[in-house]
Each structure stands twice: as structure tokens, then as C-alpha cells.
């Protein structure tokens, strides 16, 4: 019993390993993309080169990240307001505005090197 406690969780990531390629092949015939019926449509079923690959991975990033950077400038002011001068929590409250600008700039930084490359590349 004792050994079951030590390793369940290797037993659990073992099992996934194993049960949730057996999941993913189950269903083997086409399905038409229907998002309104229920099914998942492949967001990557039209791209044919890599610049495609990677202007649809940076737009699903930019998708999912500007919503995130959003909540963490809320979220850093919400830290300055409840702050109420105390030194060591305007300090965390910095130091979080400070890596959520830094997210941020990375963020829109990749999409412009992105577009800068691409557009170079069509030029050629």
C-alpha cells in the first residue's frame, strides 16, 4: 500500500500515456467542419507553408494574450489600491505592472518582427 501512495502519480501519467492515444484514434471517419453542430474544427486546415504556420500561431497567441494582459494591468491595479501605502506591497505591485508591460511589449514585439519578416520575405 505504501508503494501505491509513493507512485500513484507515475501510475496516472503512465495510464494518459497509454489511454488517451487509444481516445484520439477512436473516431476514424471525415467529419465536415460544423462549429454550430458541436464538432471542433481544425483551425489549421487551409495552411500550407511554414509563414502561414507561424501567422496562425501568432495570431491564436495574440488572441489568447491581449485578453490576459488586460486582466493583469486590472490586476496590478487592483494590488496599487489595496496597497494603502504600505511600502512592500507597492513594491510587489510595481514589480507586477512592470513584468505585465514586459509581457505585453514581448507579446506585440513578436507579432511586428512577424509581419516585418514576412513582408520582407513576399518583397524577394
Known sequence: MNFIKKNWSKFVLISYAFFIPLIS?????????????GTICNPLQNTTSISELIHNVLVGMLTLGIPIVALAIVYSG???????????????????LMYTLIGAAILLGS?????????TVNAL
Open 78 to 96: 487592483f494590488l496599487f489600491v489595496f496597497a494603502r501605502g504600505n511600502t512592500e506591497k507597492l513594491t510587489s505591485a510595481k514589480k507586477t
Open 25 to 37: 484514434w477512436a473516431d476514424e471517419h471525415a467529419v465536415t467542419c460544423n462549429p454550430a453542430g
Open 111 to 119: 507579432w511586428a518582427i512577424a509581419k516585418l519578416i514576412s513582408t
